[in-house]
């Protein structure tokens, strides 16, 4: 670049709107790298990009200031835990690695000219480009929700917020040995353990209560979820849970012989799949709710929608038919747009679950592949994990998932191994997996945003 280029490019930035950038030519000026979301994905890429590669400029475009974290939130409805303990501050992004913010929303993504423009007008190049915006909630695919009523009525409460607290309202105001009902999401979706280890939670919080004859129904489109192997035979000594028939596949007969069939139940039903438990309707005035096994009256209702990739994925052509965006899901690189990487919940990442475990190592990942492809060397071959505990609804009693993945061919493939607690642990092995999700849930958070 000789001079006269150098003052008309000047010239040309003062007459622009505000922006961050230089306008140097991207060869002549560090790596930059900027990241929409400031969730567990995009938060954990600025920090261990930082710390692999400190030249680059790292930025992150996100409308909030503060993050709530979604991961074990519910136990601000059945409140062992405050709203505010769940509030996550950027300032060590800020102040310990050097990231910069910018709290505003994002407008648009030009991908040819490598620029993003926010809402308060500030444009950003980038070299490369992350989003991680997390998901989105598709209200129409339940005749008579919205998103209206999400905010008042119907809380979903699956993405932190004031609906935790609207949830925990109504949940204290219940009447006497009330019914609720719970919807889990078809797959995928964010959080699997996360709506049983909900019911089983208010299923204890009203056994707590005195209400002996509450019932908690789950109406799940599915026949299975994550860590269903321990958590139903966990409900079945806690709760005088009775397994449906259906259920018998997930264990030997040995097993299956040794579960307990109650002539008594106690408040969780569990209405899988195969039995008619897809939601086809609901009715916040009568406050019942439509299901293919028949219409189920509720003091309380909480459905969570069928989810999509974040809004902004979606607004900017990031995703495709299915509601997910495709990647090279060796480096997260869109194979829709060049020079943008799609990572956490809103990807199509293989047989990786949608959890914020899952988001952090690739987003990690990721960290890596940046720093190869700024420099111009080829991305390594990664490995990836993931855990997710989940409490069974007494607080003392836990359990976990937990998975290796590596590359078969071009997708990402779990390696089999055991990944559940085994179906003889001990009362001590279930104490320790509780034990170990609180304390992971400080570590976890620690690493992704300190």
């Not at 560090?30 to 990241?35: K, S, T």
Request: charged share 25%; hydrophobic share 40%.
């Amino acid at each position: 670049m000789n001079r006269r280029d150098f003052l008309k490019i000047l010239g040309a930035s003062a007459a622009g709107t505000s922006t961050l950038t230089a306008p140097l030519a991207r060869a002549e000026r560090a790596p930059r790298v900027v990241i929409i979301g400031g969730g567990v994905g995009g938060a954990t890429t600025a920090k261990y990009l930082k710390l692999y590669a400190p030249q680059t400029h790292v930025t992150i475009i996100e409308p909030k200031r503060e993050y709530q974290r979604p991961y074990g939130s519910s136990e601000v409805i059945t409140g062992q835990i405050e709203l505010e303990d769940i509030v996550i501050s950027y300032d060590d992004l800020q102040t310990r690695h050097g990231v910069e913010f910018v709290h505003e929303a994002v407008e648009s993504i030009d991908y040819d000219a490598r620029q993003v423009q926010t809402n308060g007008g500030t444009r950003l190049d980038y070299d490369r480009l992350v989003v991680s915006p997390g998901v989105s909630f598709d209200f129409d695919a339940i005749e008579g929700l919205t998103a209206e009523l999400a905010e008042t009525k119907l809380p979903h409460a699956w993405d932190a917020g004031d609906q935790l607290l609207v949830l925990k309202e109504q949940l204290e105001s219940l009447p006497e040995n009330p019914t609720v009902v719970i919807g889990p999401p078809p797959n995928p979706y964010r959080c699997p353990p996360g709506p049983y280890e909900r019911a089983g939670l208010i299923a204890q919080w009203l056994l707590d209560r005195g209400d002996t004859e509450a019932r908690v129904v789950i109406l799940d489109p599915k026949n299975g979820f994550t860590t269903d192997y321990t958590m139903l035979h966990a409900w079945n000594d806690l709760y005088d849970f009775n397994l449906p028939e259906p259920a018998r596949s997930k264990y030997s007969d040995e097993e299956w012989a040794q579960l307990t069939v109650h002539e008594k139940t106690g408040p969780i039903e569990w209405v899988m799949g195969e039995l008619g438990g897809r939601i086809l309707s609901v009715d916040a005035e009568a406050m019942t709710v439509e299901a293919e096994a028949g219409t189920f009256k509720a003091d309380m209702i909480n459905i969570i929608p069928p989810l999509k990739a974040g809004q902004i994925a979606i607004d900017q052509g990031l995703a495709d038919d299915s509601g997910w965006c495709p990647v090279d899901q060796r480096t997260f690189e869109s194979t829709r747009h060049a020079n943008v990487h799609v990572i956490g919940d809103s990807c199509i990442a293989g047989a990786m679950p949608k959890s914020g475990y899952a988001a952090n190592s690739q987003a990690k990942v990721l960290a890596i592949q940046l720093k190869a492809l700024l420099a111009g060397n080829e991305p390594v071959e990664p490995v990836f994990q993931n855990t997710c505990y989940a409490l069974a609804g007494n607080t003392d009693v836990g359990m976990f998932v937990a998975d290796v993945f590596r590359m078969d061919g071009d997708t990402i493939a779990r390696v089999e191994e055991q990944r559940y607690l085994p179906f003889d642990a001990t009362e001590t092995e279930y104490r320790l997996a509780a034990l170990y999700q609180h304390n992971w849930m400080k570590a976890f958070t620690e690493d992704c945003f300190s």
